[in-house]
Antibody, heavy 122, light 108 residues
Framework: QLQLHESGPGLVKPSETLSLTCSVS??????????WGWLRQPPGKGLEWVGS???????YYNPSLKSRVTVSVDTSKTHFSLKLTSVTAADTAVYYC??????????????WGQGLLVTVSS | DIQMTQSPSSLSASVGDRVTITCRAS??????LNWYQQKPGKAPKLLIY???TLQSGVPSRFSGSGSGTHFTLTISSLQPEDFATYYC??????????FGQGTRLDIK
């Protein structure tokens, strides 16, 4: 059974870079042509898509975050990563990683990781 | 960007009730519409994709319909485990992918 798990610091200072990793187990990032995505949810609010990547490194980004976001796949194909630069308090959220669909179904996210709360504060 | 608007924002219902949640898109999205369920403190779960196709393992009491700009999620007979927040999500001409604001379903 495919499982995803987010890891990284739970506290990041304003203006610094948020870096998270999603470890994939029970399956391979490079199989099935799937995309792999990051989404976030500010406390008490709704869901926002951040960006997605496939095993070859092709990416899609949310235009509202594109200038600050990088999503990449590790060459070992066992995890993928998120980097968000110049963070502010508005970037405080639970960050989720998820598997997207294959091909044109890449925006269909299932399953998801359990989520990781990242707080931006000095 | 395509805006997604759900109604109602919150809803109280009883076990056994039939419940319908509506999602409207700011422009036509054909059937590129997904529904997710999120329980408190948990990650979202994909229920329906392509407006009406049930994800594997999702109970048949859930159903989705609609096309263009108007979509509905129906739960035919509410079960205790169905009380959660539901989100619609459009996947027409991404990026970006956008979500509705959510509908919270509470026990009456």
């Amino acid at each position: 059974q495919l499982q995803l798990h987010e890891s990284g610091p739970g506290l990041v200072k304003p203006s610094e870079t948020l870096s998270l990793t999603c470890s994939v187990s029970g399956g391979s990032i490079s199989s099935g042509g799937h995309y792999w995505g990051w989404l976030r949810q500010p406390p008490g609010k709704g869901l926002e898509w951040v960006g997605s990547v496939d095993y070859r490194g092709r990416t899609y980004y949310n235009p509202s975050l594109k200038s600050r976001v990088t999503v990449s796949v590790d060459t070992s194909k066992t995890h993928f990563s998120l980097k968000l630069t110049s963070v502010t308090a508005a970037d405080t959220a639970v960050y989720y990683c998820a598997r997207g669909g294959a091909g044109s179904n890449w925006p269909n996210f299932d399953p998801w990781g359990q989520g990781l709360l990242v707080t931006v504060s000095s | 960007d395509i805006q997604m608007t759900q109604s109602p924002s919150s809803l109280s219902a009883s076990v056994g009730d039939r419940v319908t949640i509506t999602c409207r898109a700011s422009q036509s999205i054909s059937t590129y519409l997904n529904w997710y369920q999120q329980k408190p403190g948990k990650a979202p779960k994909l229920l329906i994709y392509g407006a009406s196709t049930l994800q594997s393992g999702v109970p048949s009491r859930f159903s989705g319909s609609g096309s263009g700009t108007h979509f509905t999620l129906t739960i035919s007979s509410l079960q205790p485990e169905d009380f959660a927040t539901y989100y619609c999500q459009q996947s027409y001409s991404p990026p970006p992918i956008t979500f509705g604001q959510g509908t919270r379903l509470d026990i009456k």
